[in-house]
């Protein structure tokens, strides 16, 4: 999980920095596996943008593969991790701190956006904001990719709520089409097997 839960009034226990004060399970120091596979065949097309990018190793794949690509979140500390890597790696990936449930305030538009573990830290409320938001930034025909919790796992992760296929499907019932609900995992540090997911492929519409 990239995405740093983050609300006024504390939907997590931490500022978003204090999640990165030591790597947290989500920072794997690359890609997920999920994404990869999408960017492997193409799938990542235009203007990129992802939600909740942490430590920027999204943004930095796309950026790698010669796409205008970037990064928000709130946490700066992880920012500035992924701005020393894209220096590092000579990327021109840009990253910017900006609230995801904020996005019409980017004032842009993007051809696809990604989310790894953004979403399933919303309550109700955060994520009808959010899914507003993604409809100003993603204009008709661009596409949206999500890793969520799923579910099906077992595990407890503090505020990550586990979503389950049904809510997916009713948060993107308007402006949307649904191309895809695949069971996957997110990779973390702490646990080899990983974490139970979904694979959202959605287009808007």
């Known amino acids: 999980m990239t995405g740093s839960p983050h609300r006024p009034g ?38 990129v943008l992802d939600i909740g990018c942490g430590t920027g190793e999204h943004a930095l794949m796309a950026a790698g593969l010669g796409l205008h690509a970037t990064g928000v979140d ?21 990253f910017l701190r900006h609230d995801a449930r904020q996005l019409a305030g980017l004032g842009e538009q993007f051809d696809t956006v990604l989310d790894c573990g953004l979403f399933h830290v919303f309550d109700d409320d955060d994520r009808n904001a959010y899914i507003d938001g993604l409809r100003s930034v993603i204009p008709p025909g661009g596409h949206f990719f999500m890793l969520c919790c ?21 948060a993107f019932a308007d402006g949307w089409q649904i191309e895809s609900i695949e069971a996957t995992t997110i990779e973390v540090t702490t646990d080899p097997d990983g974490l139970r997911s979904w694979l959202t492929a959605a287009t808007r519409i």
Do not use: C, M, N
């Open 150 to 170: 799923s579910d099906r796992e077992q595990s407890s992760w503090g505020r990550v709520h586990k979503v389950t296929r049904e809510e997916i499907e009713a």
């Open 74 to 94: 709130l946490a700066s500390r992880a920012l500035r991790t992924a701005e020393t890597k894209a220096h590092d790696r000579s990327s021109k990936a840009r």
């Open 10 to 47: 504390g939907l997590a226990p931490h500022e978003p920095d204090d999640l990165y004060a030591v790597p947290p399970p989500w920072d794997i120091g690359r890609p997920q596996p999920a994404f990869l596979a999408l960017a492997k065949v193409g799938a990542l097309r235009g203007r």
